[in-house]
């Protein structure tokens, strides 16, 4: 039997439970952001009781990735310059160190 959320502290946690395979996921984080400023102005025009007001701390229901992030480089800096070379209609020299690398741009 589902039973409504009494306070701001329930329906938040309500919320966690349908993204709990996602914590920090992007979905779950907007989901919860919107829903406290929903509220916030439901309370603050007086729509809401002040049990609805949410907490101003977001994070302990927003939660953190459990994936570690990977921060990549997806163009190396000889791809960039043979971009600029290539868009001021100037091929770019062929260096033979970076050749075996792959292929220039």
């Known amino acids: 039997m589902l039973i409504a959320p009494q306070n701001a ?11 709990a395979d996602k914590p920090g996921g992007r979905t779950r984080q907007i ?13 603050a025009e ?7 007001e949410p907490p101003q701390d977001l994070a302990v229901f927003v939660g953190r ?17 043979a971009l600029v070379h ?9 260096d033979p160190a970076t050749s075996a690398s792959g292929p220039a741009l």
Not at 33 to 43: E, F, I, N, S
Not at 69 to 78: A, D, G, W
Not at 86 to 93: A, E, I, M, N, T
């Open 9 to 19: 502290k329930q329906l938040m946690e309500a919320l966690v439970r349908i993204w």
């Open 31 to 43: 989901q919860i952001r919107l829903t406290a400023a929903l509220l916030r102005w439901g309370v």
């Open 46 to 52: 007086r729509r809401l009781g002040e049990d609805l």
């Open 65 to 81: 990735s459990r994936a570690a992030k990977v921060i990549t480089t997806p163009l190396e800096v000889e791809h960039i310059l």
């Open 86 to 94: 290539v868009r001021k209609g100037r091929l770019p020299r062929q």
